[in-house]
C-alpha cells in the first residue's frame, strides 16, 4: 500500500455543490473526493478523506496523523482565519503540510487574507476552484519522492 495522505476539510465544505456555487463551483464533496481518491491511486498514494464541522475534530484527526500520514493536505474553511489550535497541531506533524482553497481569499473580505494555517503549510493554492485539490495532490507526491 502506498503513503498515507490525509485530506481534511473544514467547516460548511460539506455544501459544497449545493450552495454558492458562483464561488465554490458545482461538483459536490462527495465528487471532490472521489476525484481525489482516484488521482491518488494513480500517484500510488493511500488517500484518507474527511470533513468536520467541529474545531476540535480536525485537532484530533491531525494528531491520528502524526503516527498514521505521510502528509496532509487541509482545507480549513472559515477555520483558516481563526484557529490557533489547528496551527498548534499543524506545527507538532512532521510530514508535509498543503493548504487548499477553493476561492482566491485575498480577492474576498480582508478577514480572508490572513491564515494561521499558512504559517505552517509548505504550500497554499488558492482560487484554483476545486482542481486546487488536485493540484495539491500531485505536489504531495513529488515532495514525498
Ligand atoms: O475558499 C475556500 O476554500 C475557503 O476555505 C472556504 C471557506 C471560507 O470560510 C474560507 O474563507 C475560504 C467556506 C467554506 C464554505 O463552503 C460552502 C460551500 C458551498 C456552500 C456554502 C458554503
Known sequence: MGKTIYLLNGPN????GKRQP???????LADVEGECARLAGELGL????????HEGQHVDWIHEAREAAAGI?????????????????????????????????HKRESFRHHSYVSLRADGVIAGFGTEGYL???????SLLG
Not at 79 to 97: K, M, Q, R, W
Open 73 to 105: 493536505i487541509i482545507n480549513p474553511g472559515a477555520y483558516s482565519h481563526t484557529s490557533v489550535a489547528i496551527l498548534d497541531a499543524l506545527n507538532a506533524f512532521e510530514g508535509p503540510v498543503l493548504e487548499v482553497h477553493i476561492s482566491n481569499i
Open 135 to 141: 493540484l495539491a495532490l500531485r505536489r504531495m507526491a
Open 46 to 53: 493511500d488517500l484518507r478523506a474527511m470533513q468536520s464541522n
Open 13 to 16: 465544505l460539506n455544501l459544497l
Open 22 to 28: 458562483e464561488i465554490y463551483g458545482a461538483a459536490t
